[in-house]
């Protein structure tokens, strides 16, 4: 069977309550229903791991490999800063797609660059948590291309 990570890193946690003018109402534990319910439509397992500490998703990414077909990582704000993040995408073999509920195009200016979207598969950002299914169902319909 075919398994996909659904992978968030720093505050995430908080989602549903923080900014949530920015960030929407919707929990990841929602979003974690959401993605699992659509996985099991097309005969996916799905694994969940939210983590506010860098060395935790990178030994997540990095024990994905021969485990996972896909990633649907929301990085946070490690989006911006973290090497090492970019350096555990691109060592592994697993497809990764960069999900941001917000549109960082049209924030701060610091968020505006990603270290880690020229090293993943495709990115998704700007849809509010709609993005998580996206991305899962970019994985998903491709594969049952091939």
Same mark, same amino acid.
């Given at each position: 069977?075919?398994?996909?990570?659904?992978?968030?890193?720093?505050?995430?946690?908080?989602?549903?309550?923080?900014?949530?003018?920015?960030?929407?109402?919707?929990?990841?534990?929602?979003?974690?229903?959401?993605?699992?319910?659509?996985?099991?439509?097309?005969?996916?397992?799905?694994?969940?791991?939210?983590?506010? !500490?860098?060395? /935790?998703?990178?030994?997540?990414?990095?024990?994905?490999?021969?485990?996972?077909? +896909?990633? %649907?990582?929301?990085? *946070?704000?490690?989006?911006?800063?973290?090497?090492?993040?970019?350096?555990?995408?691109?060592?592994?073999?697993?497809?990764?797609?960069?999900?941001?509920?917000?549109?960082? !195009?049209?924030? /701060?200016?610091?968020?505006?660059?990603?270290?880690?979207?020229?090293?993943?598969? +495709?990115? %998704?950002?700007?849809? *509010?948590?709609?993005?998580?299914?996206?991305?899962?169902?970019?994985?998903?319909?491709?594969?049952?291309?091939?």
């Amino acid at each position: 069977m075919k398994r996909l990570l659904l992978l968030n890193g720093p505050n995430l946690n908080r989602l549903g309550k923080r900014e949530p003018s920015i960030y929407g109402t919707t929990t990841l534990e929602d979003v974690h229903a959401e993605i699992k319910q659509l996985t099991a439509a097309y005969g996916w397992e799905l694994d969940t791991f939210q983590s506010n !500490h860098e060395g /935790e998703l990178i030994d997540c990414l990095q024990d994905a490999e021969g485990t996972y077909q +896909g990633i %649907v990582f929301n990085p *946070g704000a490690y989006t911006h800063t973290s090497i090492a993040i970019r350096d555990a995408i691109s060592g592994i073999d697993v497809p990764v797609i960069e999900v941001h509920i917000s549109n960082i !195009h049209q924030r /701060e200016a610091f968020r505006h660059h990603s270290m880690l979207a020229s090293v993943c598969y +495709g990115q %998704v950002v700007g849809l *509010g948590t709609t993005g998580y299914r996206l991305a899962t169902l970019a994985f998903l319909e491709e594969n049952k291309k091939g």
